[in-house]
């Protein structure tokens, strides 16, 4: 069982909260306010405040305050770019490396995304797409590729959470099918389907987000 000290729980909360769009980005946040809603003293609040600050999480100005993280659409744009290059290789990778077990996780993956799609638990869903993209990446064994990915996959997750706040119900059953279509590609080890399945999730993506 993992036993986390105060400052790594408090972290964790309040990263997952920031990751969900729990408060509104760009607003800003107190430290007392904070410690009292997840019921915890200022010390580790603050520490955890203080690393997410540095992970550009939280905007720290001094002698105005603490602010949330405001993804800019041109922030966006270039971490999508970025990840569409990535993803691409880590798809080419896959392809050529992937045993049953594996194909096995990734559709059990997209089980519960569709379970979860069957709740309307939209959280959940964002959770599992990023899953979903982070195991593909695994699977490539590319240790610097897999690392790229995962410091960029904490503001896709913020990114989702923004492309997806108006029409989740349909903008999850698309993620689904794009997703789906994505594995089908990996089964039959069809590179070129898999390298466009890829593009054209991205390519949602961007249009939800009114990207061009």
């Known amino acids: 069982m993992e036993h986390l000290s105060l400052k790594e729980s408090a972290y964790k909360i309040i ?5 969900n769009l729990e408060f509104e980005p760009g607003s800003r946040v107190r430290e007392d306010l904070l410690a009292q809603e997840i019921s915890m003293s200022r ?11 540095a992970e550009g999480f939280l905007n720290n100005i001094p002698r105005k ?17 970025i990840r569409e290059a990535l993803e691409t290789l880590a798809i080419e990778n896959c392809i050529r ?3 049953e077990e594996q194909l096995a996780l990734l559709g059990s993956i997209l089980a519960d995304f569709e379970e979860a799609l069957s709740k309307d638990n939209f959280k959940k869903c964002n959770q599992l797409d990023s899953k979903f993209h982070l195991e593909i990446a695994k699977v490539s064994n590319n240790k610097k590729l897999i690392e790229f990915l995962g410091e960029i996959e904490d503001f896709m997750h913020i990114a989702r959470a923004i492309e997806k706040k108006l029409q989740p119900k349909a903008k999850n059953e698309l ?19 898999a390298r466009k399945a890829i593009r054209a999730n991205i390519k949602t993506m961007k249009e939800n987000l009114g990207i061009y």
């Open 65 to 81: 305050g603490i602010f949330v993280m405001q993804l800019t659409t041109k922030e966006i744009s270039d971490f999508l770019d």
């Open 97 to 99: 490396k992937i045993n």
């Open 175 to 193: 993620t689904l099918k794009e997703h789906k279509a994505i594995l089908k590609a990996v089964r039959n080890m069809d590179v070129e389907k």
């Open 15 to 19: 990263k997952e909260k920031l990751l």
């Open 43 to 53: 010390t580790p609040v603050r520490e955890a405040v203080n690393q997410l600050s």
